[in-house]
């Protein structure tokens, strides 16, 4: 995602990032009485690939969940977006899918420590790493003008991109650094993260895994296997689905979730109430990787008082137009569709079709018209988020947002079982529907057959993992 610079600014280094790292104490690395303050985030590219990729690895097979985002070259607005038929919107993003790229790939690991219950606290601790994966597709694929436009303007290094991402096309895993890792990740057997994941899972299955299946029913049907874990448990957790059906917050795009998780995890450690606390791997800041790593800054406003809040934090509506102006294009763009969602709303004219902007949420009553710029001061404090060295890693940071949600918000079923929610799984939020989407196995649709070969070769391999760690 790319934010907008007054919401984050960037922080220079030097070349050689040992200046900033030293700089910092191995509590910089880790929440401080429920305050998160930083996130680390290693690149990985072709460059560097040899280094960072075992502990990539390693971090994967010893996570308890992993929390995915996609950077994508562009989506397009297309007529069946909002389709009833669920049918018409997979051809849509289907076609998306088969003519746009990735850009890079945000994956965040997260492995649960501790659960503590005392009557002097209780703890959710998780040790993290967030990788941003920079991929360069090598088969002709679309951009868009806008996109590119803001990609620039927000700092994104598009030679970088071009001269560091890593190659992936149509070849064979076993010649794909990015299908080997998505083999990886579903080999692990454990719960992935998306918010709003429908597109994303699209793109990972066209880039990554194997061609689309031409009609909708047959992609559930394919990808309800990556998601079915053990004993049938659910694989899948979207952190829009949760906000929105569950925790039943006022918004549900993604940077307002993170920040209310965030701001509310603070309040629950200040009054001894279960909260989360994050640590991320000091240690790969002091070997051959801390020339891969960068240290954004996500801290809450100076004048937050976690003990001195009597209520939930939330904003109002002027603060949540101003939000959604400023939030990132790479979330305004991959949620587009629901930009038709609110034209077709009773109400709108032509006229206002052409200059609204709208909020990620379908039952917001959120617009925001183009050249508009009044923000409050009290905005400003609230939503000063992520600062990076580079506009690159919009997609590490997300995932590790993404992931962070979940947690929070599932922390009391974390705190009594280990685990998510099943009831909350494999479930995510459809715009313009009143009812989620529900991966599930179909008694009268057949998986397509080249997903049936390629997955035989992985639950083989998941099984074989599974019987290791017992």
């Avoid at 075992?54 to 994508?72: G, K, T, V």
């Avoid at 929105?244 to 006022?250: A, D, L, M, S, V």
């Avoid at 590490?396 to 009594?416: E, I, K, Y």
Wanted: proline letters at 2%; hydrophobic letters at 35%.
């Amino acid at each position: 995602m790319v934010i907008n610079k007054d919401m984050f600014e960037a922080t220079q280094c030097s070349t050689d990032n040992t200046c900033c790292l030293t700089s910092l104490s191995k509590s910089s690395f880790r929440s401080r009485k429920g305050y998160l303050s930083n996130i680390v985030v290693i690149e990985v590219n072709k460059e560097n690939l040899s280094i960072t990729w075992p502990y990539l690895l390693l971090s994967i097979r010893n996570a308890s969940f992993i929390s995915l985002d996609l950077e994508l070259s562009g989506l397009g607005i297309q007529k069946g977006w909002l389709a009833k038929s669920f049918e018409e919107r997979y051809n849509v993003i289907r076609q998306s899918a088969q003519s746009r790229s990735v850009l890079s790939v945000g994956i965040a690991t997260f492995q649960l420590v501790s659960r503590k219950e005392t009557d002097a606290k209780k703890k959710l601790k998780y040790k993290c790493q967030v990788f941003n994966i920079l991929t360069l597709c090598t088969v002709p694929f679309i951009v868009e003008a806008d996109g590119l436009q803001f990609l620039s303007k927000h700092k994104f290094d598009f030679n970088r991109w071009i001269n560091l991402g890593i190659p992936y096309g149509n070849d064979t895993e076993k010649g794909n650094t990015v299908k080997t890792l998505w083999h990886e990740v579903l080999c692990a057997a454990v719960p992935i993260t998306l918010h709003n994941g429908l597109i994303d899972l699209a793109f990972i299955y066209q880039h990554f895994y194997s061609a689309l299946p031409e009609t909708f029913s047959e992609f559930v049907v394919s990808v309800s296997d990556w998601f079915l874990l053990s004993e049938g448990i659910p694989g899948l957790y979207d952190s829009k689905y949760i906000a929105e059906y569950i925790t039943r917050f006022k918004a549900s795009f993604l940077e307002y979730v993170f920040r209310k998780c965030q701001r509310e995890n603070a309040i629950e450690q200040a009054r001894n109430r279960l909260y989360v606390s994050i640590e991320f791997d000091f240690e790969s800041t002091e070997t051959h990787l801390k020339n891969t790593v960068d240290i954004v800054d996500c801290k809450l406003p100076d004048n937050f008082d976690a003990s001195a809040s009597t209520e939930s934090y939330f904003i109002t509506d002027e603060q949540k137009n101003s939000l959604c102006k400023r939030y990132s294009v790479r979330e305004r763009r991959k949620r587009r569709y629901d930009y038709e969602s609110k034209l077709s709303e009773p109400g709108y004219t032509d006229g206002q079709k052409d200059k609204i902007l709208v909020s990620t949420v379908i039952n917001e009553k959120t617009v925001v018209k183009h050249g508009e710029t009044k923000t409050s001061a009290n905005l400003t404090q609230t939503t000063n988020l992520l600062q990076s060295v580079t506009g690159c890693h919009r997609a590490g940071v997300d995932s590790f947002m993404t992931g962070f949600a979940v947690v929070f918000m599932q922390r009391m079923n974390l705190l009594r079982t280990g685990n998510f929610d099943p009831k909350c799984g494999n479930k995510m939020a459809l715009p313009g529907t009143m009812t989620p989407l529900v991966l599930q196995k179909s008694d009268y649709v057949k998986a397509v057959n080249d997903h049936v070969a390629k997955w035989t070769e992985i639950e083989r391999e998941r099984n074989r993992r599974i019987e290791l760690r017992i």
